[in-house]
Nanobody, 125 residues
Framework: QVQLEESGGGLLQPGASLRLSCTAS???????????MAWFRQAPGNEREFVAA????????KYATSVDERAAISRDIAKNTVYLQMNNLKPEDTAVYFC???????????????WGQGTQVTVSS
């Protein structure tokens, strides 16, 4: 059973930076190099929104336009961990951030069968 655990959220001021981590376990016959990993976020009253994704074999990344140039997704295959670095945080970045794993690097939540519980990020002065 694939399990994903996020960490690194918290209360931050506008303009600050953060790094979220997602540690994966339980991959059957594979590692992060065979799974696409993604970050989504969901603010109260909103739908789950794509933030960034990284391909399994390709290692290529994709970003939402709302965070492009402020976000960077990376991975450490040896640690089975994916990271999301976000800079120049804005109040509109406030949301619960979820890590997801799947077979394809897409922007659609329903294509990812595995999800973490989420970590709260609040950006406020």
């Amino acid at each position: 059973q694939v399990q994903l655990e996020e960490s690194g959220g918290g209360l931050l001021q506008p303009g600050a930076s953060l790094r979220l981590s997602c540690t994966a376990s339980g991959f059957s016959g594979g590692t992060l190099s065979t799974y696409a990993m993604a970050w989504f976020r969901q603010a109260p009253g909103n739908e789950r929104e794509f933030v960034a994704a990284i391909g399994g074999r390709s290692g290529l990344s994709k970003y939402a336009t709302s965070v492009d140039e402020r976000a960077a997704i990376s991975r450490d295959i040896a640690k089975n961990t994916v990271y999301l670095q976000m800079n120049n945080l804005k109040p509109e970045d406030t949301a619960v951030y979820f890590c997801a794993a799947g077979s394809r690097r897409t922007m659609t939540p329903s294509t990812y069968p595995y999800w973490g519980q989420g970590t709260q990020v609040t950006v406020s002065s």
